[in-house]
């Protein structure tokens, strides 16, 4: 059975730093590109970031560049985003996602429906 767990979410005054983390289980994710996305109350899924499963390519949302990093380690399998300069914008719930493992292998996956495998979210909150 694939479990993706996250963790790491909370409240945090605007300016201010989270790191989520995302533990994988049942599946390596060395296999997939990864990706954090999030929704917001009202609004659709949208992805925050994701890394390919090769190569090292990104993919950010305008919204979150320069402010976001997403990260893998492939030997913990686990996933990582770390968040800075937080806006009240950023407010929604985080979920960490693995990508269909038969997609190009060096692109970052960034539609949803690219992803088989959710994990259950976590509340990010920032307050102005």
């Known amino acids: 059975q694939v479990q993706l767990v996250e963790s790491g979410g909370g409240l945090v005054q605007a300016g201010g730093s989270l790191n989520l983390s995302c533990a994988a289980s049942g599946r390596i994710i060395s296999s997939s590109g990864v990706g954090w996305f999030r929704q917001a109350p009202g609004k659709e899924r949208e992805c925050v970031a994701a890394?390919?499963?090769?190569?090292?390519?990104?993919y950010y949302a305008d919204s979150v560049k320069g402010r976001f990093t997403i990260s893998r380690d492939n030997a913990k399998n686990m996933l990582y985003l770390q968040m800075n300069s937080l806006k009240p914008d950023d407010t929604a719930v985080y979920y960490c996602?693995?990508?269909?493992?038969?997609?190009?292998?060096?692109?970052?996956?960034?539609?949803?429906?690219?992803?088989?495998?959710w994990g259950q979210g976590t509340q990010v909150t920032v307050s102005s």
């Open positions: 890394i390919a499963r090769l190569g090292g390519s990104t």
């Open positions: 996602a693995l990508a269909r493992t038969y997609l190009n292998s060096y692109r970052a996956p960034r539609l949803a429906g690219e992803y088989d495998t």
